[in-house]
Nanobody, 115 residues
Framework: QVQLVESGGGLVQPGGSLRLSCAAS????????MAWYRQAPGKQRELVAT???????SYTESVKGRFTASRDNAKNTVYLEMNNLKPEDTAVYYC?????????WGQGTQVTVSS
C-alpha cells in the first residue's frame, strides 16, 4: 500500500522560507516521478512542481526561481524548498504519485504566508 506523508508546513511571514518533505512507502520510490500540488481555499488544486526519478524538476510559472524540488532516493523522500514566500502561496500542499495508473495523495500540509 502506497503511503505519502507530508510535513514541514507552518505559518511564515512574507519573504520567509519553508521546506516541505514527503516520505513515501509501499513503492519502489526511485522508479517514479513525484509531484507537489497545492490547493488554496476556494480554488482548484494546482500543480506546483514535478521531479523525475533522476531528479530533473519543472515548475509552474508562479514559483519559478523561488521553489526548488529535490529528492533523496535513499530516504524515499521528496522535498520542496520554498523561498521568498508570498501570501498567494498560502495553500495546503500535497505530495502526489501515479503508480500503475492510480493516483496517490498525501494528507497535505498547510502553508500560511501572512504578516
Amino acid at each position: 500500500q502506497v503511503q505519502l506523508v507530508e510535513s514541514g508546513g507552518g505559518l511564515v511571514q512574507p519573504g520567509g522560507s519553508l521546506r516541505l518533505s514527503c516520505a513515501a512507502s509501499g513503492m519502489s520510490f526511485s522508479l517514479y516521478s513525484m509531484a507537489w500540488y497545492r490547493q488554496a481555499p476556494g480554488k482548484q488544486r494546482e500543480l506546483v512542481a514535478t521531479i523525475t526519478n533522476v531528479g530533473s524538476a519543472s515548475y509552474t510559472e508562479s514559483v519559478k526561481g523561488r521553489f526548488t524540488a529535490s529528492r533523496d532516493n535513499a530516504k524515499n523522500t521528496v522535498y520542496l524548498e520554498m523561498n521568498n514566500l508570498k501570501p498567494e502561496d498560502t495553500a495546503v500542499y500535497y505530495c502526489h504519485v501515479v503508480r500503475f495508473d492510480r493516483d496517490y495523495w498525501g494528507q497535505g500540509t498547510q502553508v500560511t504566508v501572512s504578516s
